[in-house]
Nanobody
Framework: QVQLVESGGGSVQAGGSLRLSCAAF????????MGWFRQAPGKEREGVAT????????YYGDSVKGRFTISEDNAKNTLYLQMNSLEPEDTAMYYC???????????????WGQGTQVAVSS
């Protein structure tokens, strides 16, 4: 059973930066696809970034390209999302997700964290 625990959310002014972390437990590191998603009030969950654990397969949603960077630290079993040049439109609950099958930026992942809130003020 894969368990995911996010951290690093908070409040920041527009133009600022935050780094989200997702600690993963109970999985085979060489066979997991992972991603970051976000959901704002009244909106559908949106794919932000995804990668294949161990390297490769990095994709970004159009709204965050050039501003967000997804990365991993295999030694710490941790996924990161570095968010720069934050905008008020980035305000949302951010979720970490994982699956043993490729899901890309879709929401079909089987394993989800509890979420961490990001609020960007203008």
């Amino acid at each position: 059973q894969v368990q995911l625990v996010e951290s690093g959310g908070g409040s920041v002014q527009a133009g600022g930066s935050l780094r989200l972390s997702c600690a993963a437990f109970g999985y085979n590191p060489s066979s997991l696809y992972m991603g970051w998603f976000r959901q704002a009030p009244g909106k559908e969950r949106e794919g932000v970034a995804t990668l294949r654990a161990g390297g490769g397969g990095i994709y970004y949603g159009d709204s965050v390209k050039g501003r967000f960077t997804i990365s991993e630290d295999n030694a710490k079993n941790t996924l990161y999302l570095q968010m720069n040049s934050l905008e008020p439109e980035d305000t949302a609950m951010y979720y970490c997700a994982a699956d043993y099958n490729y899901c890309g930026l879709g929401t079909e992942y089987n394993y989800w964290g509890q979420g961490t809130q990001v609020a960007v003020s203008s």
